[in-house]
């Protein structure tokens, strides 16, 4: 079975920057994508970014492009999300995601939530004005 916990998350002034991680255990993590969601109060749950786990290709949603980045180390099974210059609009829950097996550098494939198999218990991401 394989555990995602994320942590890092925490209250922030607009402009500052927090970097989120992610520690998997169990299952082989070297060979799963992991996806970056997030999901604000009252809105649905949207892709932020990700990683193949082949490429080491790196994806990210349009309002956090140039801003955040995605990374992650096979060796220490972690995955992290750098987030800098943040905006209010940045508060949400994040969770962190893997798929397990599967190569795709499809944008499309890798933004949709059901891609996913595995998911964390997110971290809160609070950004004040």
């Known amino acids: 079975q394989v555990q995602l916990v994320e942590s890092g998350g925490g209250l922030v002034q607009a402009g500052e920057s927090l970097r989120l991680s992610c520690a998997a255990s169990g299952g082989s993590f070297s060979t799963y994508t992991m996806g970056w969601f997030r999901q604000a109060p009252g809105k649905v749950r949207e892709f932020v970014a990700a990683i193949n786990w082949k490429t080491i290709s790196t994806f990210y949603s349009d309002s956090v492009k140039g801003r955040f980045a995605i990374s992650r180390d096979n060796a220490k099974k972690t995955v992290w999300l750098q987030m800098n210059s943040l905006k209010p609009e940045d508060t949400a829950v994040y969770y962190c995601?893997?798929?397990?097996?599967?190569?795709?550098?499809?944008?499309?494939?890798?933004?949709?939530?059901?891609?996913?198999?595995?998911w964390g218990q997110g971290t809160q991401v609070t950004v004040s004005s």
């Open positions: 995601a893997a798929d397990r097996g599967y190569s795709s550098d499809s944008y499309d494939w890798l933004k949709k939530e059901a891609t996913y198999d595995y």
